[in-house]
């Protein structure tokens, strides 16, 4: 059985970091690329970042410059490290697995999800 599990969010202000972590059991970790979605209240759940099984990555416009991804094979890990938080950055933000990094960016070809994990920015 997959389980994705993030851990690291919280209630932060504005300006902070905070670094999630999601991590990955039941698969080949390996062999997936993995990713980050966010969902703030009363939107639609979206992409944020992702990193290929090769390491490759690639990020929202909105984050590009503040969120940086990355993944430990070894530990069947994946980081979200957030600087200079914003208000608009609260959301629960979402681990995500699939074959690609190209399946990745896209909601429905996402193969497993993990729970969420809140991130609260204030003002």
């Known amino acids: 059985q997959v389980q994705l599990a993030e851990s690291g969010g919280g209630l932060v202000q504005a300006g902070d970091s905070l670094r999630l972590s999601c991590a990955a059991s039941?698969?080949?970790?390996?062999?997936?690329?993995m990713g980050w979605y966010r969902q703030a209240p009363g939107k639609e759940r979206e992409w944020v970042a992702a990193?290929?099984?090769?390491?490759?990555?690639y990020s929202a416009d909105s984050v590009k410059g503040r969120f940086t991804i990355s993944r430990d094979n070894a530990k069947n890990a994946v980081y979200l490290q957030m600087n200079s938080l914003k208000p608009e950055n609260t959301a629960v933000y979402y681990c995500?697995?699939?074959?690609?990094?190209?399946?990745?960016?896209?909601?429905?070809?996402?193969?497993?999800w993990g729970q969420g994990t809140q991130v609260t920015v204030s003002s």
């Open positions: 995500a697995a699939a074959p690609s990094w190209r399946a990745v960016l896209e909601f429905g070809l996402v193969a497993y």
């Open positions: 039941g698969l080949t970790f390996a062999n997936y690329a």
């Open positions: 990193i290929s099984s090769s390491m490759a990555t």
